[in-house]
């Protein structure tokens, strides 16, 4: 219904400024609310509204979520019942926590006031009784005293008393006490000196979609508890905004109060078609994070729906990475589980007359704008055959779907429940050859599991009202679905289907890659879990899609990497250094830190040999500006070993290229401080390096826009370099797939599953500092 012209002056009339007016009718809902409002009024009250009465109308009009309620509410303020916001407010959150009609009027006037009076005297009796209360503090403090304190605790003593009568009261007692304001009195007070912020508590915000994005530091559980957000608690779904209450919506919650204790339940509900990849890091710490922050418990549910495209490969992969990332499900479940109680809710739909068995193709009713389907009016007991005949086998596939009567969010009508497909299932085998979809399953899954906060991306959105739907046409009991941004990362695809591109075209060796962001791969490159996890909780829980950039996940891996990874000596590109004047007959063994800024974590020992390596780069014969390594006539020191040693002899093959160099070396404290340290193995281990850089050239490489040939054109060249004879120090001989290491001066490595008892072979995770050029 429409303002209409004589709406501004309706507005005016009950104290509207004429800009309040005019703001007002720009919002088309708002002012059909409040004329409605102002019309029933004026019915009880005359043309004449005062503007005390107008603006509690215009509050119930711009604040009522549940619209039905709108008379009941105007015609309470009408008729005197409720007569300050404080009522008002109490007003409105009893009708959000009491959805269903009638309304217990008597219950309702309680709850909010009505008829009680508060007099002077109980005011300034309230009053006296905070103000003795903190007397002491009081006199000592005098008007630098926190005065809302006294405020707040006559109100609640007072509840419904007016705030400004309060206050007034609060002035009054004050000034009698403690006499005018001296110069004392009116001098600022100083501030009080911020506490430092506890590890893990101080909060950077996150947002948006600049691929560099503010990251959050407060840890993820802190984000997650109690009100961190604006969550219902268990068994108050009615009070969620666009929540479907029916007449059958307080029992059955009752019901899952009883079944639940009033538990937090989520579940994280991967298709078993693929690898989880970083964008389901955030889900996972989402839906597990938020039942254990809350004390509550979470579910891992395949939804093993489509037999087509499942493997016993992904359902494995997907609950290993969910423990690696330190969770543990509360069960595992899948959507098979519960087919027989789907087929049934399946026919009782049909039967009350929500669902009908279509016969058109899958291409006629893509898109958005799909002709209707001829059968959607067919006779209950027709389609109660027909779907019976699809269970048995006695059409093909695509013949027939089993079709939900409803208009979705975005448009789309009518979606499909129950389509055919012959192909047996990893679990049922040849029992069934109709499956239900995700837009059937997946809210009945989660109300038979009593799921009480269904987390999903925002993507989802345009199904809740589906969600919603189909729970409340079975008559059974309705989660809450919450949407949250999609975590994206740049200079990556995570698609199955891109990445199957990559894997046929052999840019990619497999799914766990470690050029690729799957979480199998993030886990073979060496990136700890708690990096993964800490990087999510920087991210934080963001309704707007978040896309960022690589980097900003590796900082979060130097953080753990740089407390947990030991130290050892390898060489990339070795240059063989014989030492002339060796000290001792037999190699000598040097005591290496662990960590050397935290040597009571051990140490481990190294061979010190006449014969060591080190790297081709830290030597040259001609000395440019600023070169501190070695070079003839610039000594260098030998980390750890105490040694600096200095060029005699430079050794060349045919072609001219250094192969060997001679040096004499000197004790580090009888030699003059050398410019340098650099790194060195003895008797060392050949070992093969992986060095990674990113997959792709360009940021969005699915972007048409900067890559206008596709993403498979946009595969960098150089992102893989392998070095086959790199020279590691013996103290990783017995590391283990997974083990991760800092080379010095080189960065963190991790043990690729490659290695063999004769060769080991190492991944870079990431170098020691980040890259300027990729900031």
Known sequence: MAAGPDALGLFTAIGLSEHKAR?????????????????????????????????????????????????????????????????????????????????????????????????????????????????????????????????????????????????????????????????????????????????????????????DVALETKSLLEQLRGEALKFHRPGENYKTEGYVVTPHTMELLKKHLEITGGQVRTRFPPEPNGILHIGHAKAINFNFGYARANGGICFLRYDDTNPEKEEEKYFTAIREMVEWLGYKPYAVTHASDYFDQLYGWAVELIRRGHAYVCHQRVEEIKGHNPPPSPWRDRPVEESLLLFEGMRKGKFEEGEATLRMKLVMEDGKMDPVAYRIKYTPHHRTADRWCIYPTYDYTHCLCDSIEHITHSLCTKEFQARRSSYFWLCNALDVYCPVQWEYGRLNLLYTVVSKRKIIRLVETGAVRDWDDPRLFTLTALRRRGFPAEAINAFCARVGVTVAQTTMEP????????????????????????????????????????????????????????????????????????????????????????????????????????????????????????????????????????????????????????????????FLSDVNPDSLCVIDGALADRSVHSAQPFDKFQFERLGYFSVDPDSTEGKMVFNRTVTLKEDPGKV
């Not at 912020?197 to 101080?202: C, L, R, W």
């Not at 190294?606 to 790297?615: A, G, K, L, N, T």
């Open 23 to 211: 703001e007002t009718l720009k919002n088309e809902a708002l002012s059909a609310l409040l004329r409605e409002a102002v019309t029933q009024a004026q019915g009880i009250l005359g043309p004449a509204v005062d503007k005390a009465t107008g603006t509690l109308l215009y509050n119930v009009a711009s604040r009522l979520k549940d619209q039905k309620h709108l008379r009941f509410l105007v015609g309470c303020i009408s008729s005197k019942k409720i007569v300050t916001d404080l009522q008002l407010n109490a007003a409105l959150e009893y009708v959000r926590s009491h959805p269903l009609e009638p309304i217990d009027t008597a219950d309702f006037e309680r709850e909010c006031g009505v008829g009680v009076v508060v007099t002077p005297e109980q005011i300034e009796e309230a009053v006296e009784a905070a103000i003795n209360k903190h007397r002491g503090q009081l006199l000592l403090e005098r008007y630098h005293f926190n005065m809302g304190l006294l405020m707040g605790e006559a109100r609640g003593r007072l509840r419904w008393a007016d705030g400004k009568s309060i206050k007034n009261e609060v002035d009054l007692q004050v000034l009698h006490l403690l006499g005018p304001k001296t110069e004392a009195d009116l001098e600022k007070k100083p501030k009080a000196g911020r506490a430092r912020p506890v590890e893990g508590e101080k909060q950077q915000t996150a947002v948006e979609e600049n691929g």
């Open 551 to 710: 980097h900003q996940l590796e900082a979060c891996v130097r953080e753990v990497l740089n407390e947990r990874a030991p130290r050892a000596m390898v060489v990339l590109e070795p240059l063989r250094v014989s030492i002339a004047n060796f000290p001792a007959e037999k190699a000598l063994e040097v005591l290496v830190p662990n960590f050397p800024a935290d040597e009571t974590k051990g140490f481990h020992s190294v061979p010190f040999q006449p014969h060591i390596y080190i790297e081709q780069t830290d030597f040259r014969e001609v000395v440019d500006k600023g070169y501190k390594r070695l070079a003839p006539g610039q000594p260098v020191g030998l980390r750890h070993a105490g040694y600096v040693i200095a060029v005699q002899n430079i050794i060349k093959d045919a072609s001219g290229q250094v192969v060997e160099l001679e040096v004499t070396c000197t004790k580090s404290d009888a030699a003059e401080k050398p410019r340098a340290f650099i790194h060195w193995v003895s008797e060392p281990l050949v070992c093969e390096v992986r060095l990674y850089e990113r997959l792709f050239l360009h940021k969005n490489p699915e972007d048409p826009a900067e890559v206008p040939a596709g």
